[in-house]
């Protein structure tokens, strides 16, 4: 099969890792005869220091024309330590998820044997975590009407929900839940918010419709403190913009590294897949940046383009890497060995191409050679 898969590379470690999911997508295009055409485009800081714009129109259309969108990390000290500056790396991604309609982010969180002991939460705790954190992307307080005083002494950020807002991503939870183990978990603050009340009210009525689904409450504060003391207790969250934001960063811990966590962002008509790290430019140029999770987001994105068999490779080959210890310095093993980001990305890609008779090549990898013979 052919798709056009739309590449932003992005700032910081953003090229480095998305350069290693695309080794993973070449193998796997290779191994299955598709083809996948990159089209690459610019958002972000480079952007801004190339056409003034964090989201040039071009790169826009770029997206609106591909099956599917790669994207690697957003993001510069520059615009970070500058409070004042009025056009920010940020505003491109928040503008192409409301162009897009990508009101869906979907977080899997899951605890890795290989990786439980990197975590600073107890093995008992995480061991057999397994979260799908649903996010709605395109509303609330990130979207809301912002205003500063004259005098600047006072500042207002307005959040808001729609019914049909709260609606899209409730079933689209209540769908995964239906095949994963039937519990949905709202998280909202119904206690203070009017906002959250309208949630709390819209989901109910629709869980109506999912019998088969069980569904609970958790104010933001109390899941952020389940979130530590029993994560096991989730399946599906589901939540809005600001609290999903807060809350599945929270859950990177679960897995040693937030380098682990893939996410992808849905609408209707487009598709974004992309790690939910940042740019981490202390790491930029130096081939030590974890490209797991971008990796995994390259499965997503197979996955969304219905090539199942094709994302489970991928993802077989990612366990298999945890498992020998081929890793970067942030989720090392006892060994005391780390590969760099390259070396991880020939050995997926490897591990794809040669999934019935790799033992060379594992071999290979911790001799310190190319995964690529």
Not at 302 to 315: D, F, P, T, V, W
Request: proline share 3%.
């Amino acid at each position: 099969m052919k798709f056009t898969i739309a590449v932003i590379p992005g700032d910081g470690i953003g090229p480095e890792v998305t350069n290693q999911a695309k080794k993973a997508l070449n193998a796997v295009a290779d191994t299955y005869n598709h083809v996948f055409l990159y089209k690459e485009a610019q958002m972000g800081a480079c952007a801004i220091d190339e056409t003034g714009n964090p989201l040039p129109e071009e790169t826009l259309n770029i997206c609106k024309k591909s099956d599917a969108i790669l994207f690697g990390a957003i993001g510069d000290p520059k615009y970070d330590n500058n409070p004042t500056a009025t056009v920010r790396p940020e505003q491109g991604l928040l503008r192409l998820r409301k162009e897009l309609g990508l009101y869906c982010n979907v977080r899997p969180v899951k605890a890795y044997d290989q990786l439980i002991a990197n975590s600073p939460l107890k093995e008992e705790i995480i061991k057999g975590t397994d979260i799908a954190i649903f996010r709605e992307l395109t509303g609330g307080i990130y979207f809301g009407i912002k205003e500063l005083s004259d005098d600047k002494q006072v500042a207002f950020d307005g959040c808001s929900y729609s019914v049909e807002e709260i609606s899209r991503i409730t079933h689209l939870a209540f769908q995964a839940a239906q095949n994963r183990r039937k519990k949905v978990t709202l998280v909202d603050k119904a206690n203070v918010l009017e906002t959250s009340r309208l949630w709390r009210k819209t989901v109910t009525e629709i869980a109506k419709k999912y019998k088969d689904v069980s569904l609970e409450f958790l104010f933001v504060d109390n899941a952020a403190m389940q979130m530590i003391l029993n994560p096991k207790q989730f399946d599906v969250i589901l939540t809005e913009n600001l609290f999903g934001d807060i809350i599945s960063d929270e859950a990177s811990v679960i897995g040693g590294s937030i380098g682990l966590l893939a996410s992808s962002s849905i609408g209707d008509k487009s598709a974004l897949f992309e790690p939910i790290h940042g740019s981490f430019p202390q790491a930029k140029g130096k081939d030590v940046a974890n490209p797991l999770a971008s990796i995994l987001s390259a499965a997503m994105l197979l996955e969304h383009l219905g090539l199942h068999e094709e994302a489970e490779a991928i993802e077989r080959a990612v366990e298999k890497s945890l498992v020998l210890g081929i890793t970067t310095e942030d989720i090392k093993n006892k060994s005391n060995f780390s590969a760099s980001t390259s070396k991880v990305g020939d050995f997926i890609a490897d591990y794809i191409s040669n999934q019935e008779d790799s033992n060379l090549n594992f071999m290979n990898i911790h001799a310190g050679q190319s995964t690529i013979i």
